[in-house]
């Protein structure tokens, strides 16, 4: 069964530095999100992207985050100056269609922020 | 604003006895119902999901449950084994798609 795959799997970095999270989505989905989960809490969804494009995103999406599909394959989230707070697991995921269309995670970046 | 709630926060079983999980959603515009097993330190896996325009859905030992009126809909899981332990996440879709889930309950199945 096609999976969603995600590198690296664990980031440990100094805050205010850069970080590329890395995604491969299903081949034939069109839709990609990135979500984000914070130790023992709930998932939070940041983004959404269809046709090379932002579709939506929340409040915690601000100026330093950013999305990129480089290639037909590749799916990237970037933040680019990190703080304490952006240490969480980040989630992508895919989905075929859009409305009522199942979402398929990846196995998640866990990202350190020192 | 957009919101699902779901209880309990935990909930601990005997093997071979039912598990339910319980979830209210917010958005009128809601119309998928994914839920989500997540291992510790795993991704969140697809288990079940159900559209607005069916009342039930079972897969086996699992089977959820859909009251539109009332926006909720619950997990049931019967004859548990201990595998069944991890933290079971509801989520139910925007209007735009993306899911917003519930906080979580962590089932533990004691054998």
């Known amino acids: 069964e096609p999976e969603v795959t995600q590198t690296p799997s664990h980031q440990v970095t100094q805050m205010g530095q850069e970080v590329i999270l890395r995604c491969v989505p299903i081949s034939n989905h069109l839709y990609f999100y990135w979500y984000r989960q914070i130790l023992g809490q709930k998932v939070e969804f940041l983004v959404s992207?269809?046709?090379?494009?932002?579709?939506?995103k929340s409040e915690i999406f601000d100026d330093q985050f950013s999305v990129e599909r480089p290639d037909g394959s590749n799916f990237t989230l970037k933040i680019r100056s990190t703080k304490l707070e952006d240490s969480a697991m980040y989630f992508c995921a895919s989905s075929r269609d859009r409305t009522g269309q199942p979402q398929h995670f990846g196995d998640g970046t866990r990202l350190s922020i020192l | 604003g957009e919101n699902v709630e779901q209880h309990p926060s935990t909930l601990s079983v005997q093997e071979g006895d039912s598990a339910v999980i319980k979830c209210t959603y917010s958005?009128?515009?809601?119309?998928?119902f994914p839920w989500y097993k997540q291992e510790l330190g795993k991704r969140p896996q697809l288990i079940i999901d159900i559209r607005s325009n069916v009342g039930e859905k079972k897969d086996q030992r699992i089977a959820v449950t859909l009251n539109k009126t009332a926006k909720h809909f619950s997990l049931h899981i019967t004859e548990t084994q201990p595998e069944d332990s991890a933290v079971y996440f509801c989520?139910?879709?925007?209007?735009?798609?993306?899911?917003?889930f519930g906080t979580g309950t962590r089932l533990q199945v004691f054998p």
């Open positions: 989520a139910a879709n925007s209007d735009t798609d993306k899911l917003i």
């Open positions: 992207f269809y046709n090379n494009e932002i579709s939506e």
């Open positions: 958005d009128s515009a809601s119309n998928y």
